[in-house]
């Protein structure tokens, strides 16, 4: 079955960190690149980092640059992304994604498995005290 499947999410306090992980199954995940968005409500998704296929090349809005970071293990088929320094401005729905359309801003496609185009199911994340 084709599909990504994420894990992690969850409360933390504004100062925290958590990490979500997405492991792909059905399809060749090395080579597509990799992103995660976050959703706020009633939003679009909006891109918070992206890696390369080979994992060499990362990218990230200034919102959130130097605060979280996105890695790849292709032998693994996964990508994790690591949230550092949280705020309650980061709550949000976040969401991976393997394919070629990358874009900053973009509909949520939570849970779609379209060749070139796989998401995940999302995963809440909330940063209160």
């Known amino acids: 079955q084709v599909k990504l499947v994420e894990s992690g999410g969850g409360w933390v306090q504004p100062g925290g960190s958590m990490r979500l992980s997405c492991t792909a199954s059905?399809?060749?995940?090395?080579?597509?690149?990799a992103a995660w968005y976050r959703q706020f409500p009633g939003k679009e998704c909006d891109l918070v980092a992206v890696?390369?296929?080979?994992?060499?090349?990362?990218r990230y809005p200034d919102s959130v640059k130097g605060r979280f970071i996105i890695s790849r293990d292709n032998t693994k088929n996964s990508a994790y992304l690591q949230l550092n320094s949280l705020k309650p401005e980061d709550t949000a729905v976040y969401v991976c994604?393997?394919?070629?359309?990358?874009?900053?801003?973009?509909?949520?496609?939570?849970?779609?498995?379209?060749?070139?185009?796989?998401w995940g199911q999302g995963a809440q994340v909330t940063v209160s005290s």
């Open positions: 890696i390369t296929a080979n994992g060499l090349g990362t």
């Open positions: 059905g399809f060749t995940f090395g080579q597509y690149e």
């Open positions: 994604h393997a394919g070629r359309a990358i874009l900053q801003t973009r509909p949520c496609a939570f849970g779609r498995a379209d060749a070139n185009d796989y």
